[in-house]
Each structure stands twice: as structure tokens, then as C-alpha cells.
């Protein structure tokens, strides 16, 4: 059972459990429909149950839950029962960063404030089946709100989405996707034309730069070294190597192992040959 402490609108009210006496969100349609305060409540099977002890990248979820709108907590419980559709199981303490920054994308919407992502080809591709559940946002806010929800604002929603499905937080995500971005530019720089991103070089680079930065944040080294034969056969691309791992180790605040050079080196020389035989 739960006591009701807040209703939030009809399908949102924050509660304290009788079991466990800490404070909850809980949400499904109806949930607060009549409801009055201190009343007891059963959560039914259609309803979710959010925790408001935890802290969040973005707060204390209690805070979050009671300062941002109740529609962008409905919308992204949403997005977040489509995630559990496809993936299975999520952190259910997404919630609150995704709805706080769903909260600010309705705002610039709203205000036609043009937000631009960088990020958002290689977030696509990094994090493909992420961003392709995103998109369910685009219905969810036209029908809500009458608003239109462009591919950009899309590919910070699929960051949120991957934070949930995996143990890294938005900020790890968007890291990779930054290291990503730089090492492809340096690439694109050095042979004087852009990557084809739905090439199978570029996949692999893109998912070789993706494990480094976990195996770096994890503290984790390659065994073997390819250094030595990959700068004696392929200096440029070892070069790059260097510099793109040199800034990744910097961002991460996080030495990245020596061994790393080689490898990426390798996938470089890869997309680089690739790029270069088109001609």
C-alpha cells in the first residue's frame, strides 16, 4: 500500500510506501484521478513505480519529480516503456534526466529556438537501435503537445535511452560519441574528402573507438601490441592514432593504454584505404 503525499495530475502522484516508508513516483492512467492527500492506495499491474531516492546526473530525483511538468514525466515514461519493449530490462532512474531534458527541448521547440547535435549521424549509427526507439518520441509529443521533435533533439533522447539500457552514464555516452566524431574528422582532414558512415570500415572504427572508451573507463588494457609493426608500416595512420587517443585520454580525464595505438591505427588505415580506393 501506498500513502498519498502529492497528486501530480491524473496519471501521476508521488506516494510513500507503507512497506518501505520512502517516497515514490508512481504513474499509469487514472492513478490520480479523486485522489486525495494522506489517502491509501494499490498500485495496479498497468502502473509504474519510480524510486525518489536516488540521485541522478541531473539532481535528486525527489526534486526533479516535483519541479518538472508532469506531461514530460508521462512522455518520458513513455519513451521509456517502448525502451523495455525492445530492450528488456532499464534503470528506471532514467526517467528523470530524460524528462528534464525533454522538459527544455519543449521549451526551444515552443520557443523555435534551433538546437543543432553535431553528434547526431554518429550517435545514429553508434547507438543505431537506441535512436530508432528515440523516434517514438515524434508521435508521443505530436499527439500530446502538437509539436514537432527534430532528429537532433532525437539523438540526446537515444544518449538517455542507452544510459538506461546499459551501466554508463549520458555523459560516458556522449564521450564516445565525441571521440568518435574527432577521430572520423581527423581522417576526413588528412585524406581531403568525408567518410561514407554506413561503410563497413567506418562500422568498425566507430565500434573499436566505442569499446576503447569502455575499456579505459573500466580500467581495462589490450593484451597484445601492434605498435611497433603498425608504425613501421603505416606511420600515417599510427600518427593519427596517437593524436585521437591523446584527446580521448584527455576527455575522459583517463590514461588510455599504450597497446590502444595500434588497433585504432589499424581501423584507421582500414576506413582510409576504403575511402581512398573509391577513387
Same mark, same amino acid.
Given at each position: ?27 499509469? !492512467?487514472?492513478?490520480? *484521478?479523486?485522489? !486525495? ?40 515514461? %513513455? ?5 523495455? !519493449? ?22 526551444? &521547440? ?22 530508432? @526507439? ?25 544518449? +538517455? ?20 566524431? !574527432? ?11 568525408? &567518410? ?11 565500434? +573499436? &573507438? ?9 580500467? %581495462? ?12 608500416? *603505416?606511420?600515417?595512420? *599510427?600518427?593519427?592514432?596517437? &593524436? ?14 599504450? @597497446? ?11 576506413? @582510409? ?7
Amino acid at each position: 500500500m501506498y500513502r498519498v503525499e502529492k497528486v501530480l495530475n491524473h496519471n501521476a502522484v508521488i506516494a510513500i510506501s507503507d512497506e518501505s516508508h520512502g517516497e515514490y513516483l508512481l504513474m499509469g !492512467k487514472g492513478i490520480g *484521478f479523486g485522489k !486525495k492527500i494522506n489517502e491509501r492506495m494499490e498500485i495496479r499491474d498497468t502502473d509504474t513505480v519510480y524510486s525518489l531516492q536516488e540521485k541522478t546526473e541531473r539532481g535528486d530525483s525527489g526534486s526533479l519529480a516535483k519541479s518538472i511538468s508532469p506531461v514530460c514525466l508521462e512522455i518520458a515514461d %513513455e519513451v521509456l516503456q517502448q525502451a523495455r !519493449k525492445n530492450f528488456g530490462k532499464v534503470d528506471q532512474n532514467m526517467l528523470f534526466p530524460m524528462a528534464d531534458h525533454i522538459e527544455f527541448a519543449v521549451k526551444r &521547440i515552443q520557443n523555435h529556438e534551433e538546437i543543432r547535435n553535431p553528434l547526431t549521424d554518429d550517435i545514429r549509427v553508434l547507438f543505431h537501435a537506441e535512436f530508432k @526507439t528515440a523516434m517514438c518520441i515524434q508521435d508521443i509529443l505530436q499527439e500530446r503537445l502538437g509539436i514537432q521533435m527534430d532528429e537532433d533533439e532525437i539523438g540526446y533522447i537515444a544518449l +538517455h535511452i542507452h544510459s538506461a539500457i546499459e551501466d554508463e552514464k549520458v555523459s560516458q555516452a556522449m564521450q564516445m560519441a565525441q571521440a568518435v566524431r !574527432k577521430c572520423v574528422a581527423l581522417v576526413e582532414e588528412q585524406i581531403g574528402k568525408p &567518410i561514407d558512415v554506413l561503410s563497413l570500415s567506418y562500422n568498425r572504427l566507430m565500434n +573499436h &573507438i566505442r569499446y576503447m572508451v569502455v575499456r579505459a573507463m573500466k580500467g %581495462e588494457e589490450l593484451k597484445v601490441s601492434m605498435n611497433d609493426y603498425m608504425e613501421l608500416k *603505416f606511420p600515417q595512420s *599510427f600518427s593519427m592514432a596517437q &593524436i585521437v587517443c591523446d584527446q580521448v585520454s584527455h576527455d575522459l580525464r583517463k590514461q588510455l593504454s599504450e @597497446t590502444e595505438i595500434g588497433y585504432l591505427a589499424m581501423h584507421i588505415e582500414r576506413v @582510409t584505404s576504403a575511402e581512398l580506393g573509391k577513387e
